[in-house]
């Protein structure tokens, strides 16, 4: 298959975005130097309420990217391929270095004291249900399965579909992501209620609409490339302020904050994070220069983000703690550096025979 250039940029640019999420995460809920944000938040100053709210908030996107780059390259599957050919392709792909790692993780982080042999045989025990203890990022492979089990049932549709009936089902999508809001404000809605989760709007909720706009974008969108980065800068712009501040306003100094509350904006399906992620998709589809780095690292970047929480405590640990660097220079040292280390240790582990299997 011929490389989409600008997928390319996207994949990286959400891998790097990943790193800065769970480096912001330690400023604001961790408990320890690599765990990811807990149940309850606590900012200790004005400084990391502001640069968490703003490196983090604008990174929220990282996910809902993966997501469209998935959809794109994969939805529709193609006419020659059957369901299973589809499933054996893809899993092939992902699963061996998923549980390889998900082993790492449950036993490696014993040599530096992060976990006792009680949680390691825990972790183990559990791998077929469920992510390791300190692999918290890890939570993002289940709905990329999901996604993956779904695109041949939503396939022949996606063949057929007239964009009129792509954008009925995309605003309704996006409706879906306006519930939190509502909820919030208006309680239970569209049939919510303790006894029932099933609301009018679940089966057009959830990342199944990112695919679908994935696929809009790539077959019936047909703005040129001014269009494509006006509106996606506007977007971005409207995603970014919203996501960012929904964070900052809420985020008090000093005050011990439920987690889900003061991150009700930062739900990857909610509508301020679907316009932040849309247009930054779309000015992403105005790049056409391809870059052998680029290249190389959107290869690798699947084995990157397996391994990133190895690398990141290292760095907090380093700029946070040793050098105390502020909160605005913190951040993205630590991120840059997890980025950077996370890359050359999957370029060596390429070059070795059969390295498909652990880092894809």
């Known amino acids: 298959m011929k490389r989409i250039v600008f997928l390319d940029y996207v994949r990286v640019f959400a891998c790097f975005l990943v790193m800065v999420v769970h480096a912001s995460e330690n400023f604001y809920g961790a408990a320890g130097s690599t765990d990811m944000a807990g149940p309850q938040s606590f900012l200790s100053n004005e400084a990391d309420r502001l640069w968490v709210a703003v490196y983090d908030g604008f990174s929220r996107m990282a996910v809902p990217l993966f997501m469209i780059v998935s959809a794109f390259l994969l939805a529709p599957m193609k006419e020659e391929q059957s369901m299973w050919q589809f499933y054996r392709q893809r899993f092939l792909r992902i699963i061996p270095p998923f549980f390889i790692f998900m082993i790492l993780y449950s036993t490696l982080p014993m040599l530096w004291g992060q976990m006792d042999s009680e949680t390691s045989f825990t972790d183990l025990s559990r791998i077929l249900l469920n992510f390791p203890s300190q692999a918290g990022h890890f939570w993002f492979m289940y709905p990329l399965i999901s996604l993956y089990l779904f695109i041949p049932i939503i396939s022949p549709w996606l063949k057929k579909a007239t964009a009129k009936e792509e954008r009925f089902f995309i605003g309704l999508f996006m409706l879906s992501t306006c519930m939190p809001y509502l909820n919030r404000w208006c309680g239970e809605v569209w049939g919510q209620c303790f006894w029932n989760e099933y609301h009018m709007l679940w089966y057009f909720s959830g990342f199944l609409g990112y695919l679908v706009m994935a696929h809009y974008i ?138 498909k299997w652990i880092i894809g």
């Not at 992403?284 to 690798?300: A, G």
């Not at 084995?303 to 050098?323: A, E, N, P, R, S």
């Not at 582990?349 to 390295?355: T, V, W």
Request: net charge positive; charged share 10%.
């Open 218 to 355: 790539r077959v019936h969108l047909t703005w040129n490339r001014s269009q494509r980065l006006t509106t996606g800068v506007i977007l971005m712009v409207i995603g970014a302020v919203w996501t960012i501040y929904s964070f900052y306003v809420q985020a008090i100094p000093g005050e011990v904050l439920s987690t889900p509350v003061i991150e009700i904006g930062w739900a990857f399906c909610t509508i301020n994070c679907v316009l932040l992620t849309a247009g930054t998709f779309l000015i992403f589809t105005c790049i056409d220069r391809p870059s052998k780095l680029v290249t190389d690292m959107s290869k690798l970047s699947y084995g990157m983000y397996l391994m990133h929480i190895f690398w990141l405590g290292l760095w907090v640990t380093v700029f946070k703690h040793t050098l105390a660097l502020p909160t605005v220079a913190a951040i993205p040292c630590i991120a840059v550096s997890t980025f950077i280390c996370c890359y050359v240790t999957t370029k060596i582990i390429s070059l070795i025979p059969g390295s």
